[in-house]
């Protein structure tokens, strides 16, 4: 490691981060902490506490009153404390319980229907005489994409245990192959748009993965880290597993509801039109379809950020705790639980955001494959720029809530109070520039891509090879094309989850005390310093 001399020569020569080498350590003679500067402009005189109590007064109000105990073994709700109201986003809760059971009611009355007039959707896969809309060809179509996103997400999930610091190499390759190969069966099939669509996407990650080699040392000895804890600290893998098969089981749910949606409102001498008197037009499967696609979207983005918060509570206590004496007992419960009562509201509230964006998203995708189908170049075009833009806005938010639920988690505020703080903290703290060098959450973003390309491609031979009735023109190709790669990809962005927030929680309480990593977790420190230099500056001042 650089001495204090090297490293000032190195910061201050570094344009991207342009300020002063922080002092040493242990700055004096006694091993004691050298209080660090203030920042430039700011009074010297330091109040009671100290600059770092000041700071975490200024980034995150709830901290110095917790009393964090880290040599005495505590309860995970006594290490951290909520104070002031335990509840917040009441209405964003009760918003997303009755969005929740307007799902569940829609899909009852639409499968119940489905149930007693199937004779033209068929009970299997070649017998459906229906011409006018989805049948139980579909259902099981979906249902093989599911699998297929289960077992693809099981096995990314034990090579990343396996094999972690090859991950990010086999992440990328596997996920430009496969691409690739879907892309050229659909353009030899002469489904230009679909061939096209996923060309695209291909060459984008191309240039992507490129540009990320240089940060690959840093990013495994992040992942490493995060495997590390998950291997020994609380039940990471095994909420990872529990939340991916209940987003499968609910991914089953959604393919079954869309379907029989279909076969009970879409017009066309449906036998289901007249099963209750409610009859059919295709503005009720239009509304129904978009009800359900947003909900489909706020439901999962929901147990994502649910499994998110309660990992966060684990490596967060991993984090503060310095040894396993003193790490807290039921950290996984009652993190979970936490989660779940007190700040259910929060999060509830921030899925609505990135469910409304990605929503958005969704139609554009629809919408320019149909005009591309249809040989409207200008309007593919359009909603292609669309999708970029909406995609870029829901990168933002994305970022924005994977730390703000981490405070949610750990201090329970409110999710814009804890958006502000969080943002503030890591822009003042410079952790914005690891955070930046670290590729875990858009490795495992383009894993999740991988299983999607692989769940529409299923889709797309599936199609081909039984040739449905109702899809004899390839009209509905797109849309179940873009459903079954929705739910790959949300499917795996759930298995993974719990290790990419690992890593976020580790960035984030670096910021909160970034003293603790050197003097508690002294090897992963070094090891971070040795692939990346300016970790020094981010965690010392």
């Not at 700040?343 to 609505?352: M, R």
């Not at 009735?469 to 499917?491: E, K, R």
């Amino acid at each position: 490691m650089a001495n204090n001399g090297e490293a000032a020569s190195y910061y201050n020569n570094d344009p991207e981060l342009g300020r002063e080498a922080p002092p040493a350590m242990n700055g004096r003679s006694d091993g004691s902490r050298a209080a660090p500067p203030p920042p430039p402009g700011q009074d010297k005189q330091q109040p009671p506490g100290g600059y770092y109590q000041q700071q975490q007064q200024q980034y995150q109000p709830n901290m110095p009153q917790n009393n964090l105990d880290m040599n005495n073994k505590q309860d995970y709700d006594q290490m951290f404390a909520i104070q002031g109201p335990k509840y917040h986003d009441i209405w964003a809760g009760l918003l997303f319980l009755v969005t929740f059971a307007g799902f569940a009611a829609v899909s009852g009355i639409s499968i119940h229907s489905y149930a007693t007039t199937r004779s033209g959707s068929g009970g299997g896969i070649y017998d459906g005489t229906n011409t006018f809309g989805l049948t139980t060809n579909t259902i099981i179509c979906l249902v093989i994409c599911i699998a297929v996103a289960i077992i693809l997400s099981i096995i990314y999930m034990w090579v990343a245990r396996t094999f972690t610091k090859l991950l990010i190499w086999i992440t990328g390759i596997a996920n430009i192959c496969l691409g690739l190969a879907t892309a050229i069966y659909m353009l030899y099939q002469k489904y230009w748009s679909g061939g096209i669509v996923f060309l695209v996407f291909v060459i984008f990650t191309i240039i992507c993965f490129i540009s990320w080699i240089p940060r690959i040392p840093f990013s495994v000895v992040m992942l490493q880290a995060s495997m590390d804890v998950a291997r020994r600290r609380g039940h990471v893998f095994i909420v990872s597993l529990v939340g991916g098969l209940i987003a499968a089981a609910f991914g089953v749910w959604f393919s079954v509801t869309m379907v029989a949606v279909y076969v009970k409102y879409d017009s066309g001498n449906d036998p289901a039109c007249n099963a209750d008197g409610s009859g059919c037009s295709q503005a009720k499967v239009i509304g129904l379809m978009v009800f359900i696609t947003f909900a489909g979207y706020w439901i999962s983005e929901w147990l994502k950020n649910t499994l998110h918060a309660t990992v966060a509570g684990i490596y967060g206590s991993w984090y503060f705790s310095s040894s396993n004496d003193t790490f807290p007992r039921g950290v996984t419960r009652s993190s979970a639980r936490r989660a779940l009562t007190y700040s259910f509201g929060s999060i509830s509230l921030g899925s609505l955001i990135v469910a409304i964006i990605n929503f958005l998203r969704q139609l554009c995708s629809i919408a320019q494959q149909q005009a591309a189908s249809s040989g409207d170049s200008l309007a593919s075009i359009f909603f292609c720029l669309l999708g970029c833009i909406i995609s870029i806005l829901d990168w933002a938010v994305q970022f924005v809530n994977r730390y703000a639920f981490i405070h949610i988690a750990l201090y329970g505020s409110s999710y814009f109070q804890a958006a502000k703080n969080t943002w503030t903290m890591i822009k003042n703290r410079g952790i914005d520039a690891l955070i930046n060098q670290c590729l875990i959450g858009p490795v495992f973003s383009m894993g999740a891509t991988f299983v999607a390309y692989a769940t529409a491609l299923s889709a797309y031979v599936f199609l081909h090879v039984t040739k449905p009735a109702y899809n004899s023109d390839g009209s509905y190709t797109p849309v179940i094309l873009a459903y079954a790669f929705l739910v790959g990809l949300q499917i795996c962005h759930v298995f993974t989850t719990p290790i990419s927030s690992g890593v976020d929680t580790i960035f984030v309480a670096m910021g909160w005390d970034p003293h603790v990593m050197s003097e508690r977790h002294s090897d992963l420190y070094h090891r971070m310093v040795e692939v990346y230099p300016r970790v020094q500056q981010a965690i010392q001042g």
